[in-house]
């Protein structure tokens, strides 16, 4: 049964046409069911409005879907909205994978290097008495707390070893 999956990608990836090589891979087939997904992405609705606006349309777009396909590019690990879409993947449960796209050619047929992970630049910190997670992520050398969500209690406490701990995604 084909999943719905929520896209995750840098805009510029979009421009230079890899991004939609990955989510138009259905046009390929018989019907989209034979394409294993169903794209849920977001991006075009969402460019043009405010903060909080882009929240609640992300929000939505994750709405249904079980998968999360972050399209890794060369600067997709910086981009705030992609940070966003990945926490909010994890909060609401979906799976959660990167599939690399530097070499896909972009419409002058051009590929790029290798992108930097962008998992590598968030990670989750349990509190010391293991109820609650805060977000941090990486950015201009340091661990810093996330500002686009503020974490959240767990149903169950966290185990005493990872009490205190941040781990990275």
Known sequence: MARRVFFSFHYQDVVDFRANVVRNHWLLKKDRSDAGFFDASIWESARRTGVEAIKRVIDGGLENTSATCVLIGSFTY????????????????????????????????????????????????????????????????????????????????????????????
């Not at 896909?104 to 008495?129: E, R, V």
Request: glycine share 10%; charged share 30%.
């Open 78 to 169: 910086s981009r705030r909205w992609v940070r966003y879409e990945i926490i909010k993947s994890i909060f609401r449960g979906n799976k959660v994978f990167g599939v690399y796209i530097n070499g896909i050619p972009d419409k002058n047929q051009s590929t790029k290097p290798l992108g930097t992970d962008p998992f590598d630049y968030l990670a989750f910190s349990y509190n010391n008495d293991g109820k609650a997670l805060r977000i941090s992520e990486y950015e201009n050398g340091a661990w810093i707390q996330y500002k686009d969500l503020g974490g959240w209690n767990l149903k169950n406490d966290a185990p005493l070893d990872r009490r205190g701990r941040s781990l990275k995604l």
